[in-house]
């Protein structure tokens, strides 16, 4: 038992004892018809009835995440990426017909003079 103390409207002080496990929202007494523990999600159902409905909604939720990810399994994850890259190579023939090829085949073909790759093979035709 706890006291309390306060006034009332008047300004009166008032004064008394009151129970702190009720404060706290315990009963004084032993329940005696136990809500059903669900196992399903782990809470109280009034009824077995709600714990029924409570298994086939969870049942629901669970079998539509299943197919949704069923389902994005099935699509290709990189469709939009080859189909960018097909669409890239598009451009790039484009680009490569308008320059003549240039860039990609220079019209002396040979190979710079510092070049430490092709320089030996330079030499030999110089022979
Ligand atoms: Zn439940």
Same mark, same amino acid.
């Given at each position: 038992?706890?006291?309390? *103390?306060?006034?009332?409207?008047? /300004?009166?002080?008032?004064? /008394?004892?009151?129970?702190?496990?009720?404060?706290?929202?315990?009963?004084?007494?032993? !329940?005696?018809?136990?809500?059903?523990?669900?196992?399903?999600?782990?809470?109280?159902?009034?009824?077995?009835?709600?714990?029924?409905?409570?298994?086939?909604?969870?049942?629901?939720?669970?079998?539509?995440?299943?197919?949704?990810?069923?389902?994005?399994?099935?699509?290709? !994850?990189?469709?939009?990426?080859?189909?960018?890259?097909?669409?890239?190579?598009?451009?790039?023939?484009?680009?490569?017909?308008?320059? /003549?090829?240039?860039?990609?085949? !220079?019209?002396?073909?040979?190979? !710079?003079?510092?070049?430490?790759?092709? *320089?030996?093979?330079?030499?030999?035709?110089?022979?």
């Amino acid at each position: 038992m706890r006291a309390w *103390g306060g006034k009332d409207k008047d /300004g009166n002080p008032l004064n /008394g004892t009151r129970d702190a496990n009720l404060d706290k929202g315990w009963l004084l007494t032993k !329940p005696t018809d136990l809500k059903l523990r669900c196992k399903y999600c782990d809470k109280w159902h009034d009824t077995q009835e709600e714990v029924e409905g409570c298994n086939k909604s969870r049942k629901a939720f669970v079998s539509l995440h299943e197919r949704k990810a069923k389902e994005e399994l099935k699509e290709d !994850p990189v469709a939009d990426l080859r189909k960018e890259v097909n669409e890239l190579k598009s451009v790039m023939m484009e680009l490569m017909e308008k320059i /003549g090829g240039k860039v990609f085949q !220079p019209e002396n073909n040979e190979a !710079p003079e510092n070049s430490k790759e092709t *320089g030996g093979v330079k030499k030999k035709v110089e022979r």
